[in-house]
Structures are given as structure tokens and as C-alpha cells.
């Protein structure tokens, strides 16, 4: 059973960084891909990044290139989401999500229907 586990999480002045992590289990490719999402309730869900665990160039949304970096360590099956000069309004609850195999177009646009596993989610709150 896969099983995603995020941390990380907190309160952080504008301006500030958080790093995100996401402890991966049960999952029984060589290969995954890997995902950040955003949402803030009573909104549509967010795509942050994506990054295949074998490494490899990540993609970005536009709204955090430059300012969020995502990284895997298979050793540790954990994937990070580094967020640093946070805005207020990225407050939200991050979300981990995975699919076995290589990362396809879906996953790279970050349609969140094309990842198969997700997590429970780590509240982020930006203040000003």
C-alpha cells in the first residue's frame, strides 16, 4: 500500500522559506513521479512542481520558478519542496502526489488527475 506522509508545514512571515517533505512507502516502481500541489479551501487545487525520482530536469508552475526548488533522495524515498520568499497569498495546504513510471504530459502541465497516489497535506500559512 502506498502511502505518502508530507511534513514541513508551518507559519512564516512573508519573505521568509519553509521546506516541505514528503515520505514515500509502499511504492513499488524503480521509477516515480512525483508531485507538489496547492489549495487553499473553497479553491481549485494547484499545481506547484513535478520531478521524476530518477532525476532529471523538474518542471515549475510559472507563479514559483526561481523561488521553490524540487528534489528527491532515493535513499530516503522523500521528496522536498524548498519554498523560500513566500507571498501570503501561497498560504495553502501542500500536497504530495506520485504515479508510477516516468512522468508524462499530464503530470508535467500538472493535471492532477494523472497522479495515482496523494497525501494527507501540510498547511502553509504566510503572513504579512
Known amino acids: 500500500q502506498v502511502q505518502l506522509a508530507e511534513s514541513g508545514g508551518g507559519s512564516v512571515e512573508a519573505g521568509g522559506s519553509l521546506r516541505l517533505a514528503c515520505a514515500a512507502s509502499g511504492l513499488n516502481r524503480a521509477r516515480n513521479c512525483m508531485g507538489w500541489f496547492r489549495q487553499v479551501e473553497g479553491k481549485e487545487r494547484e499545481w506547484v512542481a513535478t520531478i521524476n525520482t530518477d532525476g532529471g530536469t523538474p518542471w515549475y508552475a510559472d507563479s514559483v520558478k526561481g523561488r521553490f526548488t524540487i528534489s528527491h533522495d532515493n535513499a530516503k524515498s522523500t521528496v522536498y519542496l524548498q519554498m523560500n520568499s513566500l507571498k501570503p497569498a501561497e498560504s495553502a495546504m501542500y500536497y504530495c502526489?506520485?504515479?508510477?513510471?516516468?512522468?508524462?504530459?499530464?503530470?508535467?502541465?500538472?493535471?492532477?488527475?494523472?497522479?495515482?497516489?496523494w497525501g494527507q497535506g501540510t498547511q502553509v500559512t504566510v503572513s504579512s
Open positions: 502526489a506520485s504515479s508510477p513510471g516516468w512522468c508524462t504530459v499530464g503530470t508535467i502541465r500538472g493535471e492532477d488527475r494523472d497522479f495515482t497516489y
